[in-house]
């Protein structure tokens, strides 16, 4: 059984994992009837709704159990859920290890039909009525468990479109809003992990979806529109761009000096991740106005926030330390060598026995990534919390040009040709010396040449292998004198700083004994004073008992 | 008075000597005599058997045991023992029931009430050296923790670049 993570909280620090059958990966299925299944667990019997035979509220998917039968009984009277009021469908009980099997469907354009089509179970795939879908190329997982509710439990889809969002499609019963005949996506809740029940066999009363991220993403809001447009730019789409940029076509020429394509060019960098994205459905670059035909799809980043993973590293006392005083500082300094934002000093008092995670969130628009460094404390395992967060840019900018002279340089190399009493046959431009200036502005790029991008570069991008490591200089003992096992413990014994009788030590015992102590256990007059001190001082400098 | 004489090759920084090998004629032991006024804890003891062997010895009725400091052999039959006391084995079973601040100890404590050293003090007297060791990150399901693409088995850039444009 596969699992997915979700996260209790935004900065994604408490992960909840559902146990649920998934897929592999996107891409796995293949067009026409795929299946997979989910096993019921926990100690009560899970109950969903099917859309079996249902008119008004046909679906793609068809589900069937192994190895009993179903068991169907209507609804009665106040059980009704109250998101399906029209709710007409049976109950059915899956047990506890039964397999219930679920058939979703994948038409050949690669979409997968997820929503509810307004006609009988028997779908009729490409009918006028064709459910709602999602493209596939959008789908980054894919997995289906059971959503247990107040009243209901369903059987879901989850469907993972990016980093941060998943969606939650009712496989049943339906999303139902009450108001349209049709179910979209669009309104389709984004469910919580909270809501989440999952295979666990926990309930979740009464709690109300909710979006299950909270962060920037102003992408999301211009894509379409004439704003801001963030490409991810697929091989060969560059060299497209700028074939087309710099066409020696005199029509383009002529087209590229009006409309200055690099105006239109905010930014060119290379990330290091690869961020969400989204097909536009064509093949072009949309620049001031003008779609530029960059020779295949192009696709549009769609979240401007990219998290990572929580990369983690425990620290376990046991295994690989002294469990020792040279455990902690300032025997050990450690650091975290975080990319881009540098190699950053680590307390390893609080990591020490405990653990250490680090999290990246990269800003697609402007390569600003900050890493968040979280530890577990030793005392408290089952919680991160934050240590600190360090900034640091990983964008690689690349300087993109456009010849926007509108094939004037021409002109200018014949007028500077002439100054020097040159004919114009004459096209040599190193000839003109005297048209120099004419081609090369002060900054030495062409005046007529568009330019975006920077010859000054993030030093940080030039480190090498992007990978997040802890780096830990220790201080361990000198194995020359542990030539037999624990020769200095048995020999001179090790700091204690403990209280107790004589007859709790054994081995090597060095400490202070209080004359009234030793007075007492031996006895008035037996011991002569002499001895006494005798006694005391020996212990001063270790006795073996 | 009666001595039991040993040869114990216990080191006199111990609580508990091994006094299994024993000299003198068992169980009797050898009859001693003193000379005078003697002090209990240094006496001088002129024991009637020619003693050339054994550095312990035990004197019931001074109730304390006793190294051998000196034998001089004044006739055959008659050897005198100088002796210094050892109250560590003489008071042994007191000094066990006494209560110590122990700073240093051989045996490790642990958290139920054995008590012993304890690993987390620092300890003046071990040498040490220093050593770096570097550890990775993992995020879920073992993979690396890198910011790059994989690709091939490595980890790269992503190779294709971010275009931010307008209109």
Redesign the interface.
Known sequence: MDTI?LYEDAAFTRPIQIQVTTLAAVGDWSSGTNTTTVVGSGDDAITFYSHGGTPNFGTPFSMVTDPEPLVENRPASGDTPAVTPDWRDKILYIKPNMQLKINFYVDSSNRLHTGVLPSCAGVSIGSTYLSQTESANNIRALCFGVLKRKTVDSVCMYIRTGDRSCRCVWISPNFWDGTASVHTPSKTRNVTPNGYGGARGQRNEGRTPQTMYSTINVLSQAIGG??????????GQ?AE?YSRLWSINPLIKLENALLKPTA????????????SKIATGHNG??????RYDVGSATYL?DEQMYS??????D?PAASGF?????D?SP?ITAQLEL??CGIVPIDINKIMDGS???K?I?D??TGNCMAEVYFKDRNDPDNWQLYSRYTGN???H?PITADESGGKQMLGIFSGLATVGMGAAVGNPAIAAGGASKIMGASGIPNDVGMIGTFSQNVSCLAG??????????????T??HDTDDM???I???????????????????????EE??R????TG???D???S??IS??G????? | MTIHVYNTPT?P????KDISTVISPSPDGWSGAVRGEIS??HPVIEVEALITVGNYCYIPDF?RYYWIVDKNVIRRELTELTLK?D??M??AD??????????????Q?DLYG??????????P????????????????NG???????LSGGA?T???????????
């Open positions: 993570t004439r704003g801001v447009h963030v490409y991810e730019l697929q091989s560059l761009l239109g060019l905010l930014s060119a960098h290379m990330l290091p991740i690869s961020p670059i949309n620049l001031c106005g003008v980043v990572t993973d929580l990369f983690v590293r620290l002294t469990e020792s005083y040279l902690y025997y990319p881009f250490l995670g680090v990246y990269i697609i628009l990983c964008a690689y690349l292998d992007l990978f997040i490591r802890l780096h830990l200089t220790c201080k361990d003992d000198l020359i004198m200095l413990q048995q001179c014994g090790l700091p204690a700083g403990v209280y107790g009788l004589i007859s709790e030590f054994t081995g090597y015992l060095q400490g202070v004994i209080h102590d030793i007492a256990a031996v006895g037996k011991a002569t002499e001895e006494l005798e006694i020996a212990f400098e270790g006795v073996f008992v | 080191a920084d111990h609580l508990v209990i804890e109730g006391s109250p560590l003489s008071f007191s000094i066990k029931a006494c209560k110590i601040i122990a700073s240093r100890s051989g045996q404590g054995s008590p012993g050293f304890n690993s987390y003090l620092s300890d007297m071990h040498p040490i050296v220093q050593t770096t060791t570097s550890m990775d990150l993992r995020g879920q993979a690396e923790a890198s910011l790059g693409v980890y850039w992503n190779q294709n670049p971010i275009l931010v444009t307008v209109g």
